[in-house]
């Protein structure tokens, strides 16, 4: 009988022992739960804020694509003012060069009037002495 309840003691210890180890284990476990818990938080808090500043640079990326169309549109506007003062100008150009030279021939002929006046009154004086 003593043979046995010292077997049970021994069993007892043994028993103890791997309770003491598996307790140990379970806690080391556990905190190393906790620990991934942690980590799984804080990924998601990151991946939550990756997720908020990717929305922004999308907004943002399409602001700056609307302000790219908005700004082609009013080059095309500006372009074809562009051309229509061109245009314009090279009217006025021409119609300034025309003018320029209708002033030239006016200015020549009235220069010459005098002379041409001379001349004819000097003809007609010769004509009618003769």
Do not use: Y
């Amino acid at each position: 009988m003593l043979q046995n309840v010292d077997a049970a003691r021994e069993a007892q210890k043994r028993t103890d022992g791997q309770l003491v180890k598996l307790q140990q284990r379970f806690d080391a476990l556990q905190a190393g739960h906790t620990e991934q818990r942690l980590k799984l938080g804080e990924q998601a808090l990151e991946l939550q804020q990756h997720a908020t500043h990717r929305h922004q640079q999308d907004a943002e990326t399409q602001r700056l694509r609307e302000e790219s169309q908005r700004m082609a549109v009013d080059i095309a506007g500006v372009r074809g003012q562009l051309m229509a003062a061109t245009t314009q100008v090279a009217a006025a150009e021409d119609r300034a060069r025309s003018a320029e030279t209708r002033l030239d021939r006016s200015l020549a002929d009235s220069r010459a009037w005098p002379a041409k006046k001379t001349a004819t009154k000097g003809k007609s004086a010769t004509a009618s002495r003769g």
